[in-house]
């Protein structure tokens, strides 16, 4: 067992592996990370899966059989399958945590990111295919994308609300899932049976602001970098604090979670540090908190394993400096909104260009399985 690993996740920090491939899974690795290093999830995306299909062997049994199939049929067949496989290695995990971990998220099409009745259609349709109650269907919280995260969690799908940038549309994430529960009671489904996620995003924020602040060029800009996606990150937590105590979006939680509903826990995703100057535990040590998710790219996983630390919760009582430190990054000209609106943009077009390097990986597979 790591012990680095054991003691974030003591400290209430679900560990979720950020890859995936049928090789990890054959091959018992993903049981192990269960079993050795406190992985108690998994989240995929179309980079992941095109990396795997790519890697190795084993995929051509399958890609032989499909032969002849719509590249798109392929890839549903494909990640479904993987998906249904990780979610039976994780079955224990989501007995024992009555459901609240054990999970894997497979991704709506990124082209489907701005329709909103194309969404929900593909959530139903992947949910059915992977017939696992412990998988989570991930939607981007785009405009389109919000009425739709309330009709799959009214239709009582459990969901990854994924590319989360600014607390604004953080705020009507939450409203929809809130919606989405009562919308749920209504219906009569079983409101404990229906879990979500909310991912938002960490690194990508730091390498916009950091950017921005290096073209600032003074000082007191550069003093800045590093900071303001844990910063954006606290008071995001500090958002979901007040929603789950009833101060915040008409105090409606309390009534749901009378009801049985659970709340849909903050996770933090791109947590993968891209600046070499910083350390590459930054978004895993000072977002320690209890109740909320940290999704890992394997290499970021690795470092906290050798030489992380679990320095006590690094959120609750900060919220105060990072209320400052953005205040600050204002101050020196930084408009944290158009920053957030700029990663919106690209995320959904890398969304779409990941989607378009899965479609062209299975495509030139299947060819050269016949």
């Given amino acids: 067992m790591s012990e680095r690993l054991q003691q974030l996740a003591e400290a209430g920090v679900s560990i979720w592996l950020d890859d995936l491939s049928r090789e990890r899974i054959a091959s018992g690795d993903l049981a192990r990370q269960v079993a050795e290093r406190s992985v108690t999830g998994v989240t995929t995306n179309p980079t992941i899966f095109a990396t795997a299909v790519s890697t190795g062997d084993s995929y051509e049994p399958q890609l032989t059989e499909l032969k002849g199939s719509e590249v798109s049929d392929a890839i549903t067949a494909i990640t479904t399958d993987d998906v249904r496989a990780a979610c039976d290695v994780l079955g224990p995990v989501a007995t024992r945590t009555d459901g609240v971990d054990g999970r894997v998220s497979i991704e709506v099409e990124p082209g489907l990111a701005m329709d909103t009745d194309g969404t929900v259609a593909q959530a139903k349709d992947l949910r059915a295919r992977v017939g696992r109650p412990n998988v989570l269907i991930k939607i981007p919280a785009t405009e389109p ?16 609300v994924t590319l989360i940038f600014s607390l604004q549309r953080y ?6 899932y809130l919606s989405g529960l009562e919308d749920a009671a209504d219906a009569g489904h079983e409101l404990s049976d229906i879990h979500s996620v909310a991912s938002f995003f960490v690194s990508r924020v730091d390498s916009e602001v950091d950017k921005r602040l290096d073209a600032i060029g003074t000082d007191e800009a550069k003093a800045l970098k590093g900071k303001a996606a844990v910063a954006n990150a606290r008071l995001a937590h500090a958002l979901f604090r007040r929603v789950v105590s009833g101060e915040e979006l008409d105090g409606r939680w309390p009534a749901l979670a009378a009801k049985g509903a659970r709340p849909q826990r903050p996770l933090w995703a791109s947590t993968g540090v891209k600046d070499p100057n910083l350390p590459d535990t930054l978004y895993v040590t000072e977002l320690v908190t209890s109740d909320t998710v940290n999704t890992m790219p394997e290499k ?37 909104d158009d920053v957030t609106r700029v990663l919106e943009e690209e995320g959904v077009k890398k969304f779409a260009d990941s989607w378009d390097e899965l479609v062209s990986t299975v495509q030139e597979a299947i060819s050269a399985a016949a």
């Fill in 171 to 176: 705020r009507a994430v939450l409203d929809a």
């Fill in 145 to 160: 994308g919000l009425p739709a995260i309330r009709s799959v969690i009214a239709a009582g799908i459990s969901v990854n």
């Fill in 300 to 336: 970021t996983m690795d470092a906290f394993a050798d030489h992380g630390e679990v320095e006590g919760d690094r959120v609750v009582d900060l919220v105060a400096e990072a209320e400052a430190t953005m205040a600050d990054l204002e101050r020196v000209g930084i408009d944290i």
